[in-house]
């Protein structure tokens, strides 16, 4: 029973274009969503997230779109960098934050930027 | 300085026996967790531990128990070690209902022969 799934396992995308990738749910008790990245052989690390409250959130060349309606979010990256390809993990908490309960983590997709 | 370290980072050992993975988090976050990716990449949290209060998720094995000698440690056991437990197994901690954000350890690779 994936709550968090992010359908597409990698995605290729030239240096300097738009990246998007995608994560649909399910639990609509969820409540705040992030976006962490990770590199082989390392832990994820924190990249960006929005609450419910919003439908968009900017960080610099990283944007996240939340449309609660269809229970989807998107994470923009533009202009795309080589130091970007990584594993990136969709993730979703209820009731305003992590808290005792963790997140939960959608499945990954391995973005690859290509020179 | 590193947030939150484990170790080992790897290890292979045989099936039936026990072992521990140790995790410290210098952060002074109140909640510690230990999550486990298996081969299908999956991150699943097995535990939550917050002021002495410890969350299990339903689906983990009772030879898995963590065990938290302070605020700032929380060791993974693992008895009577099964094939299927071979996986990449994170620390993580967090400030508690503050923005849901988890920093994370390296992982620790653990191989069952």
């Known amino acids: 029973d994936q709550q968090v799934k992010q359908n597409s396992p990698s995605l290729s995308v030239q240096e300097g274009r738009i990246s998007i990738l995608n994560c649909d749910y399910t639990?609509?008790?969820?409540?705040?969503f992030l976006w962490y990245k990770k590199y082989p052989a390392e832990g994820p690390t924190f990249l960006i997230s929005i609450s419910s409250i919003k439908d968009k959130n900017e960080d610099g060349r990283f944007t996240v779109f939340l449309n609660k309606s269809a229970k989807h979010l998107s994470l923009h990256i533009v202009p795309s960098q080589p130091g970007d390809s990584a594993v990136y993990f969709c993730?979703?908490?209820?009731?305003?934050?992590?808290?005792?309960?963790?997140?939960?983590f959608g499945k990954g997709t391995h973005l690859i930027i290509q020179p | 300085d590193t947030a939150v370290s484990q170790t080992p980072k790897y290890l292979v050992t045989q099936m039936g026996n026990d072992k521990s993975i140790k995790c410290e988090q210098n952060l002074g976050h109140d909640t510690m967790y230990w999550y486990k990716q298996d081969s299908k990449k999956f991150l699943k949290i097995m535990f939550s531990y917050n002021n002495k209060e410890l969350i299990i998720n339903e689906t983990v094995p009772n030879r898995f128990s963590p065990k938290s000698p302070d605020k700032a440690h929380l060791n993974l056991h693992i008895n009577s070690l099964e094939l299927g437990d071979s996986a990449v197994y994170f620390c993580?901690?967090?400030?508690?209902?503050?923005?849901?954000?988890?920093?994370f350890g390296e992982g620790s690779r653990l191989t069952v022969l």
């Open positions: 993730a979703a908490s209820g009731l305003g934050g992590g808290g005792a309960d963790g997140l939960t």
């Open positions: 993580a901690s967090s400030q508690e209902l503050v923005s849901g954000e988890l920093f």
């Open positions: 639990n609509s008790m969820f409540d705040y």
